[in-house]
């Protein structure tokens, strides 16, 4: 298992910008691949990004506005969000996977807590 925390998350304004965080521990974190996923009230967790074998991959929702990426030495990964938007209003939750270039829910074994992450119009 992966032990996941993230930081990061909290209100700003439509147009805005944040960074998340999410530091990681426990096994090897060259074995696992971490990626973001989200959740807003009432909807299902969605996938926003992640790290492949050698490169990001994105939810379209995100593309041009998202960006994920991570520090090894630090065993953290971000996530740079800009252009923000009232409707990316959601708890936004770090995950882990050894099947690398997933987007599924269940192939990530390992979760964060979540950052609340609220975008007003």
């Known amino acids: 298992q992966v032990q996941l925390v993230e930081s990061g998350g909290g209100l700003v304004q439509t147009g805005g910008s944040l960074r998340l965080s999410c530091a990681a521990s426990g096994r090897t974190f060259s074995n696992y691949r971490m990626g973001w996923f989200r959740q807003a009230p009432g909807k299902e967790r969605e996938f926003v990004a992640a790290?492949?074998?050698?490169?990001?991959y994105y939810a379209d929702f995100v593309k041009g506005r998202f960006t994920i990426s991570r520090d090894s030495s630090k065993n953290t990964v971000y996530l740079q969000m800009t252009m923000l938007k009232p409707e990316d209003t959601a708890v936004y939750y770090c995950?882990?996977?050894?099947?690398?270039?997933?987007?599924?829910?269940?192939?990530?074994?390992?979760w964060g807590q979540g950052t609340q992450v609220t975008v007003s119009s």
């Open positions: 790290w492949g074998h050698y490169s990001a």
């Open positions: 995950a882990a996977t050894a099947k690398f270039g997933s987007t599924r829910v269940t192939d990530f074994g390992s």
